[in-house]
């Protein structure tokens, strides 16, 4: 079956530190996405990409960097991490054609910055 | 910008009680719309999609059904059970804004009272 993983599930930092985020997918789709989930805001789209090489910002990339090595991994990266950073990660991929634009998500990864 | 209002921020229903979740749009033209699923500690699982005017959508006994005319996609149920116990997302998908995006609502924990 088609997938989506994240690694790491968990993750602590420290603030000024360096996070990868990192995510595949077996779906093989063109698009995906990263997004933030915070309580009252619901998902937030942070970064997405159209394939590899691309990257595009969404609605809140400030503070967040991505990449897309290959079609089936993406990357968001926070260079210099911080409290306000803290939240679940999730990512996710689809296409953009015709009724096929349904996204499928990974499990999440739960970033706590100290 | 296109946007997405999802009226109740949660819901508490008892057993075999109807459910309905309103989520309200903005957007032109024909977006698609989806309701998600979430699970304590999982990733948005997509439950179904409509793209035309009254279009239905349904899957696991939920349903919802796109109506241009009051920009809305209410989520309804005839009966819940516990397992039904997550958190609705609401979402548009614009092709013609930006290709693959979608943008979700806040949010409505359902909470189902055995």
């Known amino acids: 079956e088609a997938a989506v993983t994240q690694s790491p599930r968990n993750k602590v930092a420290v603030t000024g530190g360096k996070v990868t985020l990192s995510c595949n997918q077996t779906n093989n789709h063109n698009n995906m996405y990263w997004y933030r989930q915070d309580t009252g805001h619901g998902l937030r789209l942070i970064h997405y990409?159209?394939?590899?090489?691309?990257?595009e910002k969404g609605d809140i990339p400030d503070g967040y960097k991505a990449s897309r090595p290959s079609q089936e991994n993406f990357s968001l990266i926070l260079e210099l991490a911080t409290p306000s950073q803290t939240s679940v990660y999730f990512c996710?991929?689809?296409?953009?054609?015709?009724?096929?634009?349904?996204?499928?998500f990974g499990p999440g990864t739960r970033l706590l910055v100290l | 910008g296109d946007s997405v209002t999802q009226t109740e921020g949660q819901v508490a229903l008892s057993e075999e009680d109807f459910l309905t979740i309103h989520c309200n749009y903005s957007?032109?033209?024909?977006?698609?719309l989806f309701w998600y699923v979430q699970y304590p500690g999982e990733g948005p699982q997509f439950l179904f999609r409509?793209?035309?005017?009254?279009e239905k959508g349904s899957s696991r006994g939920f349903e919802a059904t796109y109506d241009k005319g009051t920009t809305s996609f209410h989520l309804r149920k005839a009966s819940v059970q516990e397992s039904d116990s997550a958190v609705y997302y609401c979402?548009?998908?614009?092709?013609?804004?930006?290709?693959?995006?979608?943008?979700f609502g806040a949010g409505t924990q359902l909470i189902v009272i055995p």
């Open positions: 979402a548009l998908g614009n092709g013609g804004s930006a290709l693959g995006r979608l943008h």
């Open positions: 957007a032109s033209g024909y977006p698609a």
């Open positions: 409509a793209s035309r005017d009254k």
């Open positions: 996710a991929s689809g296409w953009d054609w015709g009724d096929q634009d349904t996204q499928y």
């Open positions: 990409s159209y394939g590899a090489g691309s990257t």
